[in-house]
Structure formats: structure tokens, C-alpha cells
């Protein structure tokens, strides 16, 4: 029994050995023969091997039944325990294996295993240098003792103990990974590269070590480099899927389409590798030449395929949630994890972007403070990255008679982050203020982004460039005071913010909520976005006394023209919409939009969005209005991107999402006459629309319940002369408003900062 389980084990046949051991198992318990005492033991190490860990508890439970003193089933019962993820409960079985053979390791190992898992850097340390005392030339405990300091923030004390681990086992490739990793980790980019190029020494053939190149060459903006290396091994191979695979990762950032021909390669080659699945549907999700709607429904498709080939790890998470949002899909959505699982698991490995599309999420009051925390969790690692590898100081300068200002920002271009910041660049006092930016855009510079570049003293732009260095450039410049626009979205550097570059950071208009780094002194508010709770921001408020924003000339100008009329008049229907990214809907978003729509007789509800065109995401608006009692031809579905605007010419109402609000939408939809019903609630991130309409004189809009969102939207419908009146009068009216001033905007702005830098120096 034990000898042919052992030799199909050797033949590499691990399933065919627990087979054949369990059906001997089974049949000895039937005619009462007795079992080797070695029995259980292989069948749970194989079960172990395969990474069958609920089969390999059952079976060390039954055979601690036959001898609970079994030392080698203790440990397995620990380990896979760690697997199945029950921590505590694995401790106590590795302790009792460890009271057993006190001399024994591999507990002892196991145990610092799990205690990096749960990031107790400590006991993690204790329990490794222990290791080394007793076997000082294991290199295996020196790299996981380097990997303990490394958790800890400790890179002086982790890099010696990664290089003995190195030195005295060079054909480990995991010694080598986890060296340049430290590295990579803290922005060494070219130290990274040359542990990888050492390792490839002694490993000339290795995969992860040839990847390892490739993933430095990418951090550290050395895209053609690592292009290619990837061209030259598809040259060598043209079906090495995963050349093809780290080839598009590698082109895809900058031209999707043969991004995508390369992850389609790659699926081609491998067709049952979740990983490629995932990827190809997140740059689908992310595709914008050609026909987009197609690219979405082909990216929920790949999310679908991937989810059926195993649990999703939680990178993938991240991009499977966002594209079954965007699609509506939020039955699935509810299966990946709960709120605070899903979001302390991004924000323990870096995900900033994906806690900015978790805020719509938010249900309960509870879940505002956990994301708060989730941010500080991001924000704490982000920090010890940073102070591992500061920047160098810029000499103290002199009294300057300017203040020097700096924006960071890659959406200093055609975009959004444009219209609301180019006010300060119109109007500047350039005798009192030098401004510098700083973008990362992989873009070529557009007509916006050569406009700002003559209004400012420098415009430094970097399509490649790592975080460290990023952050090096800004403090050179020798800053009185800089400003993140951008925050973690496409082609943005928030982690630069961790170097404290500049004496003074803030925080404004790229992110709705706190970035969770104490290294931003202030975020941009006014006296309705600002919190009624100081707790619920991490930056001390940077209070303008009547708006966040304005609407500057660049996204709100007469060119686009308002129809005469309403829809309503035109149409014989009211019809109520959004231009919101879907991004913030959810069920009760839907589910509140559904009962409005169907209070009102005859009304309709118009999406203008591009994912109108996609059949999953109109399928999964109808079946929700549906559920309301609202019928599919109430809905309309309008297809665009970019020309959105003329659209609110066949919209009556918008009708804001939440908790998420809209931002340029609701000013979008207020320049072209058209009110919004907005819910408010007690985060920044749910008052975005107060303020856009409390300083567009329409405090009314504003709802503070459910219910009274409903009777606002419900009362405004049938209140055609107030609609009529907005529709044609409301552009002209907010010119005398807050939101309407951009030169006023900008004269509080520079008040503020020359308050702030003079009170600082």
C-alpha cells in the first residue's frame, strides 16, 4: 500500500497516488486490516501537495482519532489550516506539535509562516532569528527573516539577511525574488535589476527570474527595454503564451489595440489561465478606439470565463468587480467579498485605485470609518516605503519674494481635472506666485496641456518615471507648497505624495475622499463638502469660503447650445436621467431611480452613457426597473462618449447617484439647464452635488433621505414652469453664483495658499 503510493508519487502522479492510497484505506477499514501508522500521514501530505486542504483536514482528523500524539499530522493540521485560512486554530495545532518534538523546526517554521500572513512583523522576527540561532546556514529562515524586516519597515536590517540568504543558497530562485523585491519594493530600481541580472547568472534558464527583469524594466518606465527582451523570446518561440502575455501587459498601456492581439495570443496558447482571462478583460474594459460598447460586453464576458475557472485572487478582484459594476451585475458582485474584507485586502497590497471605486459601495455608517481606515492602512505602507528611501532635501532657500506653487497632476490636458483647474492658471498673479507641474501622462501633449505649459514657470512632463524619482524632480524645484490633482487614477503618482517633496501638500479635486497619507497636510473643501465630522477626513481642511470649485471656460463655454423648450413640451413625457459613470450605481441606487420613475405616469428614464450600447449592461438596467414594476420601453439608452453634452437636451431630470455623487456631471448638467436631485450625505464624498448646487443657488435640490429624494424629484416633475424657467435662465444665473466665478475662485484660492505658506514659514 505504502510503496505503490510512494511510487506514483514519484512518477509525478500525485492525484492517482491519493486514489490508490484511499481506496486501500477504505478497504481496510472494511475487513477491520490493520492501517500502516504511516497511512494517514501520506495521504494528508499528498492531499496537502495537491492543495486540497478541507480533504486534508478530514483526513489528519481521522487519524489523530487513531493518535492524537501524531507529530507529522499536527504540523499538517497546522499548515493546512494556514491554507484554509484559520489562523488561530492553526497556531494551537503547531504548538502542540512543537510540545511533542521541541526539537523539531518545522513547526516552529510554520508558525513564522502564519505569523507573516496575519503581518505580525514581531513575532515574526522572534520566531525566525530563533530559526537562524539554531540552524545559522539555513538560507531558507535568513530570506524569511530578511521578509519578516521587510514587513516591519526595517530595509537596513532585511537587506543583510537577504543576501546570506543568497549567498548561501545561489540556485534558490526565491532567494533572488525576494532580494530584488526589497528593492523594487522602496523604488531601487537599478539595484533591483542587478540582484536579477546576478540570480540570472547562476539561473541562466530561470522563468521567474526572467520575468523579475521584465517587471523592473516596467517599474522603472523602461518599457522599450523590456519590449525587447519580450519580442526576442517570442522570436525564439512564437507560442510562449506567457511572452505573449507579459507582452501585452508591456505595450498595452500605451496602444491598446495590439495590447489586446497579444492577450488574445496569449488565451489562444492557454486557454484555462484565469490570469489572462482577467487582464484581457480589464484593458477590453479600458479600450476606447473602435467600437467601445463591444470591447465591454467582450470584457464582462472574460470576467464571466475567469470566475469559472477558480476563486479569484485579489488583485483580479479588483478588476472583475469593477467591470460586473459597470455592467450592473451586482448579484456577482456580492458574491466576491464583504466590504471591509475586500477593502483592507487592496489596501494591504497598494490598490489605491480600487478604494476609489470602493466609496459607492458604502452602506451603513460603520462602513465610512472602515474605508477611512482602509485608506490609512494604504496610506501607512505608502509611508514606510517612502522613509525607507527619502528623497534628498533641497537646500533651504532664502526669503523669495514669489511663493512657489506646484500641481501634479496627469490630467493637466483635455480632461475633466482641466476644466475645474484651469482657472488658476487664467488667473494668476504672476508677480506674486511661479507655478510648476508636474504630469505622467503617456499621452502626447494636446492643445490644453501646451496652453498650460506658457502659463506656467515650468511644465515638466514624464511618461516614464518611477515614484521615487518623481518625487526627487518636485523637490528640487524647491516648492513653497504642492498640490495632487490627480490621485490614483490612469497615469497618476499619489505614492509620490509619501516623499513629503514639498514643505506643504494638499489634496484636491482627482479624489472625493481622504488619500489615507498623513504626508497631505490639507484637502480642498468648502462649507458643504466639508464634513460635519473632522474624523471622517485624515488632512486638515483647506476651507474656501464658498465653493471647491468653479466652472472655468475650458469644459463649460456657449458653444454648446441649449434647445429651446423642454423635453417634456417636445416629447409629451417627462424624462428623467444620468450621465454618471455606473461606477456609482448600486441596488439601492437602481432600485430608488425604478420607484421615482414609476411614481411619475408616463415618464421614462434616459442612461447616456457609452455602456448604453452594451446588450449585458441594458439587460441588467431593465431587469432592475423591472423589479420596481417599471416596463423596458421606459428606459432609453443612449450610446456616447465625449459628445454627452447635447444629450441633456432630451433630459428633464437628472438624477444623481449615491453614495457617490456626481462631480462634473451635476455641473455639466447645470450648464445646460437641467436640475439634479441629489442625495446628501455625511462624507466628502457624498456631498459633492451640495456643493455644486448650493452654490448654483438650488439648495432645495438637495435631499437628506431617501424618501425625500424620491418627493423632490417626484414634485419637480410636475412643476413644469420651475423646469422651464432653469432650462433657459440657469446658465445665466450661476455666472453670478460661486460656482459660476471662476476669477473669484481663483482670488480665494491664492488667498488661501499665501495665508498657509506664510503661517508655515
Avoid at 500500500?1 to 477504505?26: F, V
Avoid at 421615482?596 to 452613457?609: A, I, L, N, P, Q
Wanted: glycine share 6%; net charge neutral; charged share 25%.
Amino acid at each position: 500500500m505504502i510503496n505503490e503510493t510512494l511510487e506514483l508519487e514519484r512518477q509525478g502522479k500525485p492525484s492517482e497516488a491519493i486514489e490508490y492510497l484511499s481506496r486501500s484505506i477504505d478497504a481496510a477499514r472494511n475487513t477491520s486490516a490493520p492501517l500502516p501508522r504511516v497511512a494517514y500521514p501520506l495521504l494528508s501530505r499528498l492531499l496537502i501537495k495537491i492543495g486540497h486542504f478541507a480533504d486534508a483536514e478530514k483526513s489528519i482528523r481521522v487519524g489523530l482519532q487513531q493518535n492524537s500524539k501524531d507529530f507529522d499530522l499536527l504540523n499538517m493540521l497546522g499548515i493546512a489550516l494556514r491554507r484554509l485560512g484559520r489562523a488561530d486554530e492553526a497556531l494551537k495545532a503547531l504548538d502542540q506539535a512543537q510540545r511533542l518534538n521541541p526539537k523539531h523546526l518545522a513547526p516552529l517554521v510554520n508558525k513564522g509562516n502564519i505569523y507573516l500572513d496575519l503581518r505580525q512583523s514581531d513575532k515574526a522576527i522572534a520566531t525566525f532569528s530563533q530559526l537562524i540561532r539554531l540552524n545559522p546556514k539555513n538560507a531558507e529562515f535568513h530570506r524569511l527573516l530578511g521578509v519578516s524586516y521587510i514587513l516591519a519597515g526595517d530595509l537596513a536590517r532585511a537587506l543583510p539577511k537577504l543576501d546570506a540568504a543568497c549567498r548561501l543558497a545561489p540556485n534558490e530562485v526565491a532567494n533572488w525574488i525576494d532580494r530584488a523585491k526589497a528593492d523594487t519594493d522602496y523604488e531601487r530600481h537599478a539595484e533591483a535589476l542587478a540582484i536579477v541580472e546576478r540570480g540570472l547568472q547562476h539561473l541562466p534558464d530561470n522563468q521567474r527570474l526572467f520575468e523579475a527583469r521584465i517587471m523592473i524594466l516596467r517599474r522603472s518606465g523602461r518599457f522599450p527595454e523590456a519590449e525587447a527582451h519580450l519580442l526576442k523570446r517570442i522570436e525564439t518561440d512564437p507560442n510562449d503564451s506567457w511572452a505573449h502575455f507579459q507582452l501585452a501587459e508591456t505595450v498595452g498601456r500605451f496602444d491598446r489595440p495590439r495590447g489586446n492581439i497579444h492577450y488574445q495570443k496569449a488565451i489562444e496558447l492557454s486557454p484555462s489561465n484565469q490570469n489572462y482571462w482577467i487582464n484581457l478583460a480589464n484593458s477590453l474594459d479600458r479600450t476606447r478606439q473602435g467600437d467601445e460598447a463591444a470591447h465591454i460586453q467582450a470584457a464582462y464576458e472574460a470576467v464571466l470565463k475567469a470566475m469559472s475557472l477558480g476563486p479569484l485572487p485579489s488583485r483580479q478582484l479588483r478588476m472583475a468587480r469593477n467591470i460586473l459594476v459597470r455592467i450592473g451585475r451586482f448579484d456577482l458582485v456580492s458574491q466576491l467579498g464583504t466590504f471591509r474584507d475586500l477593502g483592507r485586502g487592496w489596501a494591504n497590497e497598494s490598490l489605491h485605485d480600487a478604494l476609489h471605486y470602493h466609496l459607492a459601495r458604502v452602506e451603513t455608517p460603520e462602513d465610512r470609518y472602515e474605508i477611512l481606515e482602509q485608506h490609512h492602512i494604504w496610506g501607512r505602507i505608502e509611508e514606510a516605503k517612502a522613509q525607507l528611501n527619502p528623497v534628498t532635501a533641497p537646500a533651504i532657500h532664502e526669503k523669495r519674494e514669489k511663493i512657489r506653487l506646484g500641481f501634479m497632476s496627469s490630467d493637466l490636458r483635455n480632461h475633466p481635472v482641466s476644466y475645474f483647474a484651469m482657472p488658476l492658471f487664467d488667473d494668476v498673479d504672476r508677480s506674486k506666485f511661479e507655478l510648476y507641474c508636474y504630469s505622467y501622462s503617456r499621452n502626447q501633449p494636446d492643445q490644453v496641456q501646451q496652453y498650460l505649459a506658457t502659463r506656467v514657470d515650468a511644465f515638466r512632463w514624464n511618461k516614464a518615471i518611477g515614484d521615487r524619482d518623481a518625487a526627487q524632480l518636485i523637490a528640487n524645484d524647491n516648492l513653497d507648497m504642492l498640490f495632487e490633482l490627480g490621485s490614483s487614477t490612469d497615469m497618476n503618482k499619489l505614492e509620490v505624495m509619501a516623499y513629503k517633496a514639498a514643505p506643504v501638500q494638499a489634496s484636491w479635486l482627482g479624489y472625493p475622499h481622504s488619500a489615507g497619507l498623513e504626508t497631505i497636510d490639507y484637502i480642498l473643501v468648502d462649507p458643504y463638502i466639508n464634513p460635519d465630522d473632522p474624523k471622517l477626513l485624515v488632512e486638515k481642511p483647506f476651507l474656501m469660503p464658498d465653493s471647491w470649485v468653479a466652472m472655468g471656460r475650458l469644459g463649460f463655454n456657449e458653444a454648446e447650445v441649449i434647445a429651446p423648450g423642454t423635453p417634456e413640451e417636445r416629447n409629451g413625457f417627462i424624462t428623467f436621467g444620468t450621465a454618471n459613470n455606473p461606477y456609482k450605481y448600486g441596488p439601492s441606487v437602481l432600485k430608488t431611480w425604478a420607484q421615482t420613475v414609476k411614481s411619475v405616469d408616463g415618464s421614462k428614464f434616459r442612461f447616456v452613457r457609452p455602456e448604453s450600447g452594451v446588450p449585458a449592461f441594458r439587460d441588467a438596467m431593465t431587469k432592475a426597473f423591472a423589479a420596481e414594476g417599471v416596463s423596458a420601453d421606459r428606459l432609453l439608452f443612449t450610446a456616447v462618449r465625449g459628445t454627452h453634452m447635447r444629450w441633456y437636451n432630451e433630459m428633464d431630470i437628472s438624477l444623481d447617484t449615491f453614495p457617490q455623487t456626481g462631480g462634473t456631471t451635476t455641473c455639466e448638467s447645470l450648464f445646460m439647464g437641467v436640475p439634479v436631485i441629489t442625495l446628501v450625505g455625511p462624507a466628502f464624498f457624498e456631498r459633492l452635488s451640495y456643493s455644486n448646487l448650493s452654490n448654483a443657488g438650488l439648495p432645495d435640490l438637495c435631499a437628506f433621505s431617501l424618501d425625500e429624494y424620491r418627493q423632490k424629484a417626484i414634485a419637480l416633475a410636475a412643476d413644469a414652469p420651475r423646469r422651464r424657467a432653469l432650462r433657459h435662465s440657469l446658465r445665466q444665473d450661476i455666472k453670478q453664483r460661486p460656482l459660476g466665478q471662476p476669477k473669484k475662485f481663483a482670488e480665494d484660492f491664492y488667498a488661501l495658499v499665501k495665508q498657509i505658506v506664510t503661517e508655515r514659514k
